[in-house]
């Protein structure tokens, strides 16, 4: 059988824990600041998991995460 490819645009995203929960980097960061509050801002910084509907599908990218 060959080698599953790995979705790269996925391996970019999304990193497992140690427990084997998928790590996710929050949205909304890239630009316009501005009009952002300090604290709004503040908490996009902190990673979050993805939710448990959505592990099937991004366990499926990465197959050997």
Known sequence: MPK????RGAA???KA???GKIRRSKAFTSHIMTSKSTKR???L???GLIDAA?????????PYL
């Open 4 to 7: 599953m490819k790995t979705n």
């Open 12 to 14: 970019k995203r999304f």
């Open 17 to 19: 824990t140690g427990t």
């Open 41 to 43: 801002k503040r908490n």
């Open 45 to 47: 910084r902190q990673s």
């Open 54 to 62: 959505d592990t099937k599908a991004v366990r499926r990218m990465l």
